[in-house]
């Protein structure tokens, strides 16, 4: 029998479309669709990365030593050249000489006020994104369908479903606050002239410099008082209206 014969034999018994079947281990070109979807799922990987990595970066402040950065503040707003902060500013041009920054009492509180922010904001914002993620999208989607704005959302859907999130923090950054203590007394310790003093620094001086320590223990109860009574007028504060909204 011919090699013809046989080819053409061979060919009416095979099924159709055997004779141009891929052979096996030969692999097969991916479909549009899951490219996409691997697409997607490398974006998604990625962006699941990127949120980690500035959350700690955001986060990375509130766990450092308070002495740590006290520190690294007072070389920051150093006088003369050898401060960070006039460095940056005469190199941009903003200021024509050197400032001395922890000299002045208005300018002192720069320098303190921009530690506290720096350390707390990292704290903050955990607890608000905690918040705002236990809060349902079908929530929104529903009044995005019902016509409502971003602002509209913001004003009557975000806030008061974090109302009681923002109550306590703000409870907490208050008696933070009246707390202050470390930065303070190593950036200024409370100079000049007693210009940045706070109410630790105020009690530990008069308790440990001037040896009065009766003074500072009253001092003390009285801080105690006042932490209370503003705590409760902003409990007041945030109970009036109406009920939480609950979803």
């Known amino acids: 029998m011919s090699a013809s014969r046989i080819t053409r ?5 095979a099924p159709s479309g055997w004779l141009c079947a891929t052979p096996p281990g030969t692999p097969s070109s991916p479909s549009p669709g899951n490219d996409h979807r691997a697409d997607a799922r490398v974006s998604g990987t990625s962006r699941h990365h990127r949120q980690k990595f500035f959350r700690t970066v955001y986060y990375l402040p509130v766990v450092t030593s308070w002495v740590v950065v006290s520190f690294l503040f007072v070389y920051l707003f ?10 940056i500013l005469m190199k ?6 050197a400032i001395s920054w922890l000299a002045s009492s208005d300018t002192a509180w720069i320098a303190i006020d ?15 994104l905690a918040a705002l993620q236990g809060i349902p999208t079908e929530l929104y ?14 004003r009557f859907m975000t806030l008061p479903l974090i109302r009681r999130t923002i109550f ?21 310790g409370g100079g000049p002239l007693h210009r940045t003093e706070v109410a630790l620094t105020y009690m530990f001086d008069e308790a440990f410099g001037s040896l009065h320590f009766g003074y500072g223990a009253a001092l003390s109860y009285v801080l105690a008082v006042v ?5 409760l007028v902003q409990s007041r504060l945030f109970g009036r209206g109406d009920k939480d909204v609950e979803y």
């Open 9 to 13: 034999r061979s060919s009416r018994i």
């Open 78 to 87: 150093s006088a003369g050249d050898a401060g960070l902060i006039n460095f």
């Open 92 to 97: 941009l041009g903003v200021i024509d000489g």
């Open 114 to 128: 921009s530690l506290g922010i720096w350390k707390g904001i990292g704290w903050a914002m955990v607890i608000f």
């Open 141 to 154: 989607e529903a009044a995005a369908i019902d016509g409502a704005n971003e602002w509209q959302r913001l």
């Open 168 to 188: 306590f923090v703000l409870i907490a950054l208050m008696i933070g606050g009246f707390q202050v203590f470390i930065s303070v007394l190593l950036i200024t």
């Open 227 to 231: 932490i209370v009574l503003v705590s």
